[in-house]
């Protein structure tokens, strides 16, 4: 069952190790398949040195086991969530990379203070507010989902693909689990350059027209960055 998918995710969740984004088991990756209603994700603390595609599990949109015989991650509700809420998306990445997860621990948005930043995310990268005591001692990983969603409500998923989940770390997200991981990454890098440039430079500033001209040209209709 959904034998390319799970091949594609399995890489995808490889690909975190390769890009130093995780350590030991420290993240997972899952991507949607929306024909069937079908949720793709890593198995919970499986090793990456021993995974394998087939070691995948499928799920459905209740986080109900379809296919599998190890455990799905133990985050997969939060996926779960981010899948209702979010119909545009394809693939989501959660890390602890180092520079993200200092950001939501710190409990602070990401500002967009640079192209780098603004080619791939429109405006900050959101951090959410404290979880509720209901909600940590509660269905704790549906409640993150939820919570993430709420700080999106003014907000467009597909223009900032990311968050920060305070005192946690960061879940991205894209058009395909490949899309998520490139987002991750870009994340991870964008919070170390602004870590860098607020140490520099405390008081900087950033041009809103740069902003608005680097997102558009790689989004939307007036889009020419790359190839046709």
């Not at 599990?57 to 599998?68: A, P």
């Not at 987002?183 to 500033?205: C, G, R």
Request: charged content about 20%; proline content about 6%.
């Amino acid at each position: 069952m959904l034998e390319e998918l799970k091949d594609k995710v399995c890489r995808a969740n490889l690909d975190l190790v390769k890009q130093g984004l995780v350590l030991f088991t420290w993240g997972n990756v899952s991507a949607i398949d929306r024909s069937s209603g079908l949720v793709v994700i890593k198995p919970s603390g499986v090793s990456y040195d021993e995974m394998k595609p087939g070691d995948m599990v499928v799920v459905d949109l209740n986080g109900k086991v379809v296919e599998g015989r190890l455990r799905p991650s133990s985050d997969t509700p939060t996926h779960i969530v981010l899948y209702n809420a979010f119909p545009g998306i394809g693939g989501i990445v959660h890390t602890h990379s180092t520079y993200a997860t200092a950001w939501a621990q710190a409990g602070r948005d990401l500002p967009n203070i640079g192209t780098t930043h603004a080619d791939y995310f429109h405006h900050a990268v959101p951090c959410t507010p404290d979880m509720t005591a209901e909600e940590v001692l509660g269905e704790y990983e549906k409640e993150t989902g939820n919570v993430i969603v709420k700080r999106f409500e003014s907000l467009d998923p597909l223009h900032t693909p990311g968050v920060l989940v305070k005192n946690h770390g960061p879940f991205t997200w894209g058009k395909d689990a490949a899309e998520a991981v490139c987002h991750a990454v870009v994340l991870e890098q964008v919070a170390k350059m602004a870590f860098i440039s607020y140490t520099v430079n405390p008081d900087l500033t950033m041009n809103d027209l740069l902003i608005e001209k680097h997102f558009s040209r790689k989004h939307g209709p007036d889009a020419y960055y790359g190839q046709k």
